[in-house]
């Protein structure tokens, strides 16, 4: 992994930070904590999540949704909350006990051999824990616009975004909270003493504009689970995925994400080590079904927000705008294009009645899927290509599988050309352990487009030596039904996919295949 992502693994691990929030005198109550962001080390200056700062608002969390709520000064909290962010040094110290970027090995007292004198920490190197100061909180209007379309009005009632797990006990009034401070982030000033402010100098922070990174390309997310709990553990713990989808400053990541990481942040390789988004929500579920996506908020236009709320606080706040980090890798004002892996486009969205899910176009005028998407008996298919162009071609059933074949598919003839959509190459090998992604429409269906997972091919079953059913261990979800499989390396179509090991292939209730 270190040597995929060199310098943007250093420059993840290094902008990361937990920032706890309690009390003053109270501190059986919490403390709250989340991830954060490290935007200037002297003078300090952290981005952190905004959920924990919601048990401290005076006007209660209902401020976070009223009209025209953009940011919020910092003292819009109450006063006896109290900030700490703690973060790794720019360097292992003489007591770090590892080298710089190599994290030490936690040792715990009880697995001693012998009995003795506690032994010294060998965990991550960590500085004592900094007092810090809210200076706003922040929204990307953008962001809600967006979250609104997708995730609004009926479909509301199936979503859930949290950072608990599904059965942790949570009340209706903790759960709105949450809900509506889903998007809100928080600029922390840290107050360094003297002596830390010349030792305290890391690397210069770059941002990702929005749409410069297309689908499918590898994203690290630094996070620390569980926040404040245990740190010297879970500090700046990283998790490897791929931009799966875009809706504006709207992203989803496959990757793996745990409450607590709620504001680490997401960077790409290219530029290297460039902030791309912060965590959002670690947990989705839909229609009580664990969704696989941990949602972020792109990084370029959330700062732009805290740009412009800078600008309208006080002098001494207003000079900060300086801090925030520049866009980089695009020029300024130029056009973004997000063109995704070219094998992405053979990806359609087949609609057959009120069921719908994913196929892949084999030729011209012809697209295969799964049985279940699209059965015998059925009149007439709509598939819809939306990349390179957004077009719908009616078709027919030609092929589809009996009910009690194993095999699950379904071959759909066009009435037109799918122009300029790529026709993948069937691969001829199958190598486990090789880098796959799934491309399919399921969560989102057209709303905006195919979704990209990636994972690689666990297993190759074979019948008298020839391959006939794949495992893999990309995410899938109810629509991704006849998405393509894909190989990272040579691009060739492996296969289709089917159903996930934890369901059954007929539609849901919401009619998705």
């Given amino acids: 992994m270190r040597r995929q992502w060199g310098s943007a693994?250093?420059?993840?691990?290094?902008?990361?930070?937990?920032?706890?929030?309690?009390?003053?005198?109270?501190?059986?109550?919490?403390?709250?904590?989340?991830?954060?962001?490290?935007?200037?080390?002297?003078?300090?200056?952290v981005l952190c999540h905004g959920g924990i700062f919601v048990?401290?608002?005076r006007a209660g969390s209902e401020v976070l949704t009223a009209a025209g709520a953009v940011f919020l000064p910092g003292d819009s909290c109450s006063d006896d909350l109290r900030l700490h962010v703690q973060w790794a040094p720019t360097a292992a110290g003489p007591g770090g006990g590892a080298e710089r970027g190599r994290p030490g090995l936690c040792t715990p007292q009880c697995a001693s051999l012998e009995p003795g004198p506690p032994a010294p920490s060998r965990g991550r190197p960590l500085q004592p824990r900094l007092p810090a100061e809210l200076l706003l909180l922040l929204s990307c209007p953008a962001f809600w616009a967006h979250f609104a379309r997708l995730f609004g009005d009926e479909a509301a009632e199936q979503w859930r975004f949290s950072s608990a797990a599904r059965d942790d006990e949570v009340s209706e009034d903790e759960e709105a909270d949450q809900l509506r401070a889903l998007g809100w982030f928080a600029l922390l000033g840290v107050r360094l003493g003297q002596e830390k402010v010349e030792e305290e100098r890391g690397p210069a922070m770059?941002?990702?504009?929005?749409?410069?990174?297309?689908?499918?390309a590898p994203l690290l997310v630094c996070g620390s689970p569980f926040g404040a709990f245990g740190p010297d553990i879970f500090l700046n713990t990283l998790s490897c995925g791929v931009l799966s989808n875009v809706a504006g400053p709207l992203l989803l990541t496959d990757a793996?994400?745990?409450?607590?990481?709620?504001?680490?942040?997401?960077?790409?390789?290219?530029?290297?080590?460039?902030?791309?988004?912060?965590?959002?929500?670690?947990?989705?579920?839909?229609?009580?079904?664990?969704?696989?996506?941990?949602?972020?908020?792109?990084?370029?236009?959330?700062?732009?927000?805290?740009?412009?709320?800078?600008?309208?606080?006080?002098?001494?706040?207003?000079?900060?705008?300086?801090?925030?980090?520049?866009?980089?890798?695009?020029?300024?004002?130029?056009?973004?294009?997000d063109s995704g892996p070219p094998w992405a486009a053979a990806a359609v969205l087949v609609e057959c009645g009120t069921v719908w899910g994913s196929g892949v176009a084999v030729a011209p005028r012809l697209v295969v899927t799964c049985r279940h998407v699209s059965p015998r008996e059925a009149a007439r298919v709509l598939v819809r290509s939306t990349i390179p162009k957004s077009v719908a071609i009616w078709g027919?059933?030609?092929f589809a599988t009996q009910e009690t074949c194993p095999y699950d598919i379904a071959v759909v003839s066009l009435e037109e050309d799918l122009d300029d959509v790529p026709i993948p190459v069937p691969a001829e090998h199958f190598h486990e352990g090789e880098a796959v992604?799934?491309?399919?429409?399921?969560?989102?269906?057209?709303?905006?487009?195919?979704?990209?997972?990636s994972g690689i091919l666990s297993a190759v079953?074979?019948?008298?030596?020839?391959?006939?059913?794949l495992q893999t261990t990309c995410a899938v979800h109810s629509g991704s039904s006849g998405g393509p499989l894909f190989s990272n390396h040579s691009g060739n179509l492996l296969g289709v996919g089917l159903v996930k090991a934890s369901q059954t292939p007929k539609p849901t209730e919401s009619g998705k295949a």
Avoid: H, Y
């Fill in 396 to 398: 027919c059933v030609v």
């Fill in 9 to 45: 693994m250093r420059a993840a691990e290094q902008a990361g930070c937990v920032v706890s929030a309690s009390r003053a005198g109270q501190p059986e109550a919490g403390p709250w904590s989340c991830s954060g962001v490290i935007l200037s080390r002297s003078p300090g200056l």
């Fill in 55 to 57: 048990p401290f608002l």
């Fill in 256 to 337: 793996r994400c745990l409450p607590g990481t709620e504001g680490g942040g997401v960077f790409t390789a290219r530029p290297a080590g460039a902030l791309v988004a912060l965590v959002v929500a670690p947990l989705c579920w839909k229609a009580g079904e664990w969704v696989g996506f941990t949602l972020l908020c792109a990084a370029a236009p959330l700062f732009r927000a805290a740009r412009d709320a800078l600008r309208r606080l006080p002098l001494s706040a207003a000079a900060l705008a300086a801090l925030l980090p520049p866009e980089v890798g695009v020029p300024w004002g130029l056009p973004l294009r």
């Fill in 461 to 469: 079953v074979q019948v008298n030596g020839t391959p006939v059913m």
């Fill in 437 to 453: 992604s799934v491309v399919g429409f399921g969560i989102f269906g057209q709303a905006c487009g195919p979704s990209v997972t």
């Fill in 206 to 216: 770059a941002v990702s504009p929005l749409g410069a990174v297309p689908k499918g």
